[in-house]
């Protein structure tokens, strides 16, 4: 258990829907990232925040977006969902956002099904 | 760019070693290996940073030439545990430090262990 916790587990949803998954990160940790998970697309890193704050940002469409609120929790919001945004959805934190030793623990993942 | 890992899969027998290859064609800050189960997520396992340092589990050992932007992950003595598929995941060092926490994982290396 890395201690970095997300919401659902399974998220099964039509095309064209709306969903929300959340993450909790490790106690003292300041920086979450979002990847997303897929068969022919590998380990695809999404967006960083630190503090709050937008990092960095990665092969991330429009139709999604992610917030970290002052409690240090983090949503990824995926809108206007399409058959190949099925996939596992990680969460990871880190206790900085870089540089220096910024090892990421990962949550057990999000398993997005679009029907 | 993504990294490139080799081999693509390697198949041992327990007690036997690997080594396991991670090459960027970019300089780099950081090399991180993960090792994740089927349905599992990612478990961190190492860091290498530029410069030398770099933190662990104490059984993993890896290498990191910062010169020809590679590194290696050497499992000694391999037991039915280490089976998983392998990730490096490497960290870009501009001057800017905008990649800093950003990871670009290679496509995974599959290490089977059998008895």
Known sequence: DSGVT???KHLITATGQRVTLRCSPRSGDLSVYWYQQSLDQG???L????NGEERAKGNILERFSAQQFP???SELNLSSLELG??????CASSVRGGPGYNEQFFGPGTRLTVL | QQPVQSPQAVILREGEDAVINCSSSKALYSVHWYRQKHGEAPVFLM???KGGEQKGHEKISASFNEKKQQS???????QLSYSGTYFCGTEGGN?????????TFGQGTILTVHP
């Open chain 1, 6 to 8: 997300q919401t659902p």
């Open chain 1, 43 to 45: 380990l695809q890193f």
């Open chain 1, 47 to 50: 967006i960083q925040y630190y």
């Open chain 1, 71 to 73: 409690d240090l929790h």
């Open chain 1, 85 to 90: 945004d099925s996939a596992l959805y990680f």
């Open chain 2, 47 to 49: 860091i290498l940073l």
């Open chain 2, 72 to 78: 290696s992950l050497y499992l000694t003595a391999s």
């Open chain 2, 95 to 103: 001057a800017g430090g905008t990649s800093y926490g950003k990871l």
